[in-house]
C-alpha cells in the first residue's frame, strides 16, 4: 500500500494492523475531535499519537511507510521499539499480547545457509538456557519462523553501565564494587556450569531500576565439553572480544581463554567505573590489543585520589598480564571487595534512569473512559434542557466508518519492501500469520544492521489544540461543552 498522505489513510492503516481494538480506535479519534485537535495529514496524526503513547517511534515509521502487517511475531509478540542492533543480530523490544510481559527480542539477520551464524545464535540460546541467575539476563523462548530464527530474552528496564558512566560521570566507590560483586556472581553461575562469557565489558552490563546488574550477550560464550565443536571449528584463529577490555590471551590464544579471561575484563570494566575512562582510552585497535599484553595502565589513584589503595590493588590483581597472578574465580573477586560491600546501597535514581515507558493500552481505555463520561454528561445536559440541541457533528470521519477496497488497497508488509504486494482476502487481514511474519523479520534484522530509521522519520512535535469549543449556536450547550472538553484534556 502507498504510504498514507490523510489521516483517514492512517487510521485506516491502524485499523488493519491491528495494533488498536476498534473501540479503542473509535474512542481515541471522538478524543481528538472533541479536543479540535484532529489533524488532518497523516504525518500530523502520527506525531500525535506517539507523543499520546498510543503508538510507538518504530510503528508510526512503519504506518507511514504504508507497511500494516508482521506487527505481531509468531502469534504472540507484538513489536514495539527497535533497542539496537550488532553482528550478531537485531534486538526488539516486544510485549507477550497474552502475558502483557516486556521481552527482548533477537533476530539472526543473515541467510539460513550460512551455517556458522546460525549455530552460533543457537549456541548463544543454549548458554542462556541452561544459565537461572539473577545477575544474568534469562531467555524465555527460541524459535524458528521458517528461515528466521530469534531468541526471547528478559527485558532489562534500566541503562548500561557504559551509558550510566558516560552520562553521570565515575560511580561512588561503594556502589562501583557493589555492581562488580554483583557481576562475579552472575559470572560464578555460568563459569560452575562450564561457561565462560569472552565480552564482559560496561556496554554488556544492564543496571535496572532496582539496582540489579544483569550479563547481557552470552553468545560469545565457549562451552568446553568435547560434545560442542563449534568453538574449536569457527572461533580457533578469531579474535572475539572488545579490544579495550579484552584480555592478553584472548588475543593471542583465543582457544585457550578461561574464566580468568573473563576476570581479567571485569578488572578492565572495574577500572572504567572508578575512573570514567578505559584502561588503554588513545590508540588504535592493534595498538590497544599489544598494550593490553605488555603495559600497565595509568593508576587509578592518578584520576582518583579518593580511591583507597587497596581497592586500587584488587583491580591491578584482576588484571594482571599472568592468568596465575589473577584471582582464579570470580568468586575470589567477590571477597576481595566485601570490605566494600557488606552493607547495601539505594538503588540508581530515576533521573539515572530513562523514562519509564507509557502503556499504551492503559492510555487508552483512560481516553475511553473519558469521552464515555463526556457523553454521559452532554446527554444529560440535553435531557434537561427546554429544547435539546443536536449534538456537534463529527468534523472527521470516525475510524469504524472509514471504507476500504481490498481488491485495489493491499498494504505492504511492515518489513518488505514497500513495492512488494501480495493477494488479501475480502476480510481485514491478520497479523498473526507465521508464515508472513517471516520475511518480515528477515527484513527488519537487514534494516537493522544498517540504518535503523527511515528516511522520514517521526518527529515528535506537539499538535496544538484550538481553544473554542464546538457550538452548535446555543449559548448555554456551547459553555457546557467547553467545559467537559477541557476535562477530556486532563487526561
Known amino acids: 500500500m502507498s504510504p498514507p498522505t490523510s489521516s483517514a489513510d492512517f487510521l ?11 473501540e479503542l480506535l473509535d474512542a481515541y479519534w471522538e478524543y481528538l475531535q472533541l479536543q479540535q485537535a484532529a489533524p488532518d495529514s497523516a504525518r500530523a496524526l502520527a506525531e500525535r499519537m506517539v507523543q499520546d503513547g498510543v503508538l510507538t517511534k518504530l510503528q508510526a ?51 539460513a545457509n550460512d551455517t556458522e551464524a546460525v549455530e552460533r545464535f543457537y549456541r548463544e540460546a543454549r548458554a542462556i538456557a541452561a544459565l537461572d541467575h539473577p545477575n544474568i539476563v534469562r531467555a524465555y523462548d527460541v524459535d524458528r519462523n521458517d528461515k528466521v530464527h530469534f531468541l526471547v530474552m528478559e527485558y532489562v528496564d534500566g541503562v548500561s553501565l557504559h551509558q550510566l558512566v558516560k552520562r553521570h560521570g565515575p560511580l561512588e566507590i561503594r556502589r562501583a564494587a557493589h555492581y562488580i560483586a554483583q557481576t562475579a556472581a552472575g559470572l560464578e553461575h555460568a563459569y560452575e556450569a562450564g561457561w ?66 573473563d576476570i581479567y575484563s571485569l578488572g578492565a570494566t572495574f577500572y572504567f567505573l572508578l575512573t570514567g575512562r578505559a584502561p588503554f582510552e588513545e590508540g588504535t585497535v592493534a595498538q ?13 589513584r592518578s584520576f582518583r585520589p579518593d580511591v583507597p589503595p587497596e581497592m586500587e590493588a584488587v583491580v591491578e590483581k584482576m588484571m594482571a598480564k599472568s ?4 584471582f582464579q574465580t570470580p568468586k ?20 539515572e534512569m530513562p523514562p519509564k515507558r507509557k502503556d499504551p493500552q492503559a492510555i487508552l481505555r483512560r481516553i475511553s473512559q473519558r469521552v464515555s463520561e463526556w457523553k454521559a454528561r452532554q446527554a444529560k445536559a440535553i435531557a434537561s434542557s427546554t429544547s435539546a ?19 485495489t488497497k493491499e498494504g505492504e508488509s511492515l518489513l518488505a519492501d514497500a513495492e512488494q504486494a501480495s493477494q488479501a482476502p475480502n476480510s481485514t487481514p491478520t497479523v498473526s500469520d507465521k508464515a508472513k511474519s517471516t520475511s518480515n523479520l528477515s527484513a527488519l534484522g537487514q534494516v537493522a544492521a544498517g540504518s535503523t530509521e527511515p528516511e522520514a522519520p517521526v518527529a515528535i512535535t506537539p499538535v ?10 446555543n449559548p448555554e450547550t456551547t459553555s457546557a461543552q467547553s467545559n467537559q472538553a477541557s476535562e477530556l484534556s486532563e487526561s
Open 12 to 22: 485506516l492503516l491502524v485499523r488493519r494492523s491491528g495494533l488498536i481494538g476498534e
Open 61 to 111: 515509521n512503519q504506518l507511514l511507510q504504508g507497511k500494516y502487517r508482521g506487527f505481531l511475531v509468531a502469534g504472540k509478540y507484538k513489536l514495539l521499539e527497535l533497542l539496537g542492533s550488532g553482528g550478531m543480530g537485531s534486538v526488539l523490544l516486544c510485549e507477550h499480547v497474552y502475558m502483557g510481559r516486556l521481552v527482548a527480542l533477537k533476530i539472526l539477520p543473515i541467510n
Open 196 to 261: 565462560v562469557h569472552r565480552d564482559i565489558k560496561p556496554g554488556n552490563l544492564l543496571l535496572s531500576r532496582q539496582g540489579v546488574v544483569k550479563i547481557l550477550d552470552m553468545g560469545l560464550a565457549r562451552f568446553f565439553e568435547e560434545r560442542y565443536e563449534l568453538t574449536k571449528r569457527y572461533d580457533e584463529n578469531a579474535v572475539i572480544g572488545t579490544a579495550d577490555y579484552i584480555s592478553p590471551e584472548q588475543a593471542t590464544t583465543p582457544y585457550e581463554v578461561d574464566i580468568r579471561s
Open 288 to 300: 590497544k590489543l599489544l598494550w593490553h599484553q605488555v603495559r600497565k595502565p595509568p593508576p587509578i
Open 323 to 326: 592468568r596465575l597472578e589473577r
Open 332 to 351: 575470589e573477586v567477590i571477597g576481595a571487595l566485601s570490605a566494600w560491600t557488606w552493607a547495601p546501597i539505594p538503588p540508581p535514581s530515576e533521573a
Open 389 to 407: 440541541p443536536d449534538l456537534p457533528p463529527a468534523q472527521l470521519m470516525s475510524p469504524s466508518t472509514v471504507k476500504e477496497d481490498v481488491s
Open 464 to 473: 496544538l489544540r484550538q481553544s473554542a469549543a464546538v457550538s452548535d449556536g
